[in-house]
């Protein structure tokens, strides 16, 4: 019904794509200097999935200084359209303006305000954001490797993208403006460069400027909304704002969310767009893709409401509200990751113009948009606009077999198509057809109006239910796959697949990903263990199994443990079927490659290519091989064809190297356009595990001497170093390790698992190796290894701060909390300057019973370090309430500017706990009216605290104490479950003093 053919016009230069890289001075709010102190996983909840931190630093704190800041921003821009690339924050599109009108179709920053709502911390408000493999990925506001390239049709290109630490997936975004067009392109390309299978998800975070005025348009043929999890649905467009409200209202107009922010996703749409439209300004934003490849169609935004207010405030000083029309990759809501495979690259193009004049949109393509709507006068409007020039294009609008419009017409970004006509009467709406097609005929968008038949609301998803509740195998199977793709914080899929396996200890299917779960651990005798009973089942009076997983799986351990014999025997068995004929291939050939059979390993990438032909580590193994055997043009070749599959690709750049100049001496140039900090280091990383990987220890060494002559970032990290010393045996570079700072020195590979216990071994007495092995261990899963590491570090140097407060932490999750307090201590002393130390312990200390004065104590004798921090801070604003020193808690609350993640809300209950007490303390002296007065500032919102005051209800003590209450369940932002037995005890405390204050 809504088909739109490829358009091939010949390309015209009469309208240049300029591209400049530009300086530009912005007011900045700065972020305070990252935190030193790995921050590992612990159940914390972001986006409704996993909230790692490691092996990132955490950036989460905010300042109210403002500074002019100069940043590079790539400028792309024709007659139509101009666009800003800001590499340094995440790569987003920063600015976008039709300048046919000087309509920002973008929102577009006019400063720079980071809150505290990115996974790691601050995160930047506006533009179009790239999230992968996560919503709100890590990296969104650090700098990214970026490029930019001129096409044969005149086109231009930005690319942005980098190597994610977690799953050590590889992302590159093209973003591009043709000649005579106005639309923006991003040509998006998710790699798994590794063994593993990995879960990812891509959505396209946009921005547009908002207010009553604004409209967001999902296509007409949707009848119902989603929220996030498919947990609730809503029709489509008129529903409750809430779910708590019970009134509809047009749920596609900004100025309706009056009672708090939402996401709504669209539901069952088979059109391919996705818009948004200010009625006032006649302007707006459409974006179009392939529906099987970008299925995902979301808005979110804060509302007009008090929340709304209140983070607008926040992410900007002067550029008004903002809603987001996100667009989901291989995801339609979320979380909703799905799986890549070893090797495995996606590739996908989507499309945004922004569209003027027409009053909405019906549908839209890469080419035109169209509206076709019907007037309070009675006639229909019918409106075009286009991406391209037309010359002679023809629009028609018909009613049935009776031709209404029928017209040539010159069309462009600039001039539109609008014009009314009398449909006759008696004829039904979908009888209507609207279309316009280029002078050639080809069809560019056309429209049939939809007629939606009622529909029941669609069930909402089960949700995993408690292992126990699970009949079968194959379900715990399924529902422990689930947790594991969609990342659940709260669930661990291990607990599924263990009682899977009470039950059925063969089970073919659940023993892979067990050996899979081991694999990532560095398990490898467990993982073995598991691979060779799902091998036994699959394979029982079999003589090869029709499914290869286990024999994949169980080949790479294999290779990975040194047992080549049988490493080769179990992936050869996987090529048996297309499943993992690629990565098995890939494996053989790396092994190949290590026992010096180049001829062979070539002749197995080659294999590897038949069914993973844009497989980038394959090619440039390819190119590796080729020329290592003198074939240097055709390597050259190989790499040609890498970078026209992915400009930014970082192995490649240093095998190009050495078949160019016989050294790496690119690497210098290349800084400029590259990331920076730890990023920057772990790419290089990378690239020397890559060489690792195929036995090529001197090439790997040239990456880490390169990296070190180019001097920062690369000389100053101890990892650096530690590789250098794992591959020559120099115990000088070891020494340099233990020179240089450790902070946020965070190894993250189960390769490096090998490199620690070697240079463990041969540097027993060195504090900092296991400190660094105990990080990695307790990363990857193996918390007992990571955790005695760590006190074979402190024993070694109990000065180290760092290890100690390690120490601390995981005794800590053990429950072992007199011993974590005692390490605490120690690392206090080693570094009391450092708040989060007060912030944990403090935690500790309460948990482990330590009376209130006595804590405060503790944190009062290092007062302008609890200072630093708002989560110190709070800490001490409890203990004083705890101790009756309200009046101290409330004279930091009433000055000082709290900066609080999205979601939390713990600084307004610290601020109300300190009204009521202070109000009871005042009753029991009979003080009423001071006491009423006190009661009364409880139900208040200070502006500082950043805590939004309900919509639409009044506040009482009651709902405070009702919004406690709520906040108990709600770890949107927190670094996992805390101990909620106190906090209950204390609303227990204020419910009963509710009953008296009613009473007065």
Known sequence: MFLAATISAAPSFAQQVKLDVEKETIPTHQIGAPEVNPIFFTGRVYQGAEGYIYPYPLYDVITDKVVDKTYEIVKLKNDYISIGVLPEIGGRIFQAEDLTDNYHFFYTQTGIKPALIGMLGAWLSGGVEWDIPDHHRASSYMLVDWTTEENPDGSKTVWVGETELRHRLKWSVGITIFPNSSRVQASVKVINPT???????????????????????????????????????TRWPDGPAGRSTKTDVDLSWWKNFNMGSRSIFAWGSKMGFLGGYDHVKDAGTVHVANRFQVPGKKFFLWGNNPTGMLWNKILSDNDGHYLELMVGGYSDNQPDYSWLAPGEIREFKQTWFPIKGIKGIKNATEFAAVNLQKEENGKWLVGYNASIDLKGARVILAAGEKLLIDKKIDINPEKIFLEEAVVPAGVDETDLYTALCDAEGNLLVDYRPVKLEKEDLPSVIDGTKPVEEYKTVEELYLAGLRVDQFNNARLDYMDFYNEALRRDPGDARVNIEVGKHYIRQAEWAKAEEHLLRAKERLEHDYTRAYDTEADYYLGYVYRMTGRQVEAEENLWAATYTPAFKHPAYYQLAVASTNSGDLENALKLVDDALLTGAHDLQALTLKAYLLRKLGKKQEALDVISAIKGIDPLDYWSEFERSFIRNGNLSFLKGTRDRRSEGIIAVQELLEVASNYITVGDKDAALAVIDEAIKVGTPFADYPLVHLYRAYLTGDASDVAKASSLSPDNNFPLRV?????????????????????????????????????????????????????????????????????????????????????MLFTESDKLCEKAGMDAKTRLKRLESHLPTVMKHDDAVMRLLQAYNETGNYDKAIKIMDTRHFHLWEGGGQIHNIYVASHILKGQSLLDKKKYDKALKEFELATLYPANLEVPAPAGKTVTLESMLQEMEEELNDNYAKFGEDDKAATEKRIEGYRKLLEIVKNL
């Not at 092995?773 to 701060?801: C, I, M, R």
């Not at 053990?814 to 002393?829: H, L, T, V």
């Open 195 to 233: 063994p593993m299978i990995q879960s990812m998800l891509h959505w396209a975070n946009v921005s547009v400027h908002c207010d009553e005025n604004y409209q967001v348009i999902f296509p007409p043929d949707v009848q119902f909304g989603t929220d996030h999890s498919k947990v609730y649905f």
């Open 751 to 835: 390769e490096e698992v090998a490199m620690f216990e070697t240079l463990e071994g041969k540097y027993p007495d060195n504090s900092k190796i296991p400190y660094y092995f105990g990080n990695l261990l307790y990363y990857l899963g193996q918390k007992e290894q990571g955790l005695a590491e760590w006190h074979k570090s402190v024993s070694l140097d109990p000065t180290f701060s760092l290890a100690c407060r390690n120490v601390g932490f995981g005794e800590g999750q053990k429950g072992n909390f007199d011993k974590a307090i005692e390490y605490y201590d120690m690392a206090i002393k080693a570094n009391p300057s450092d708040p």
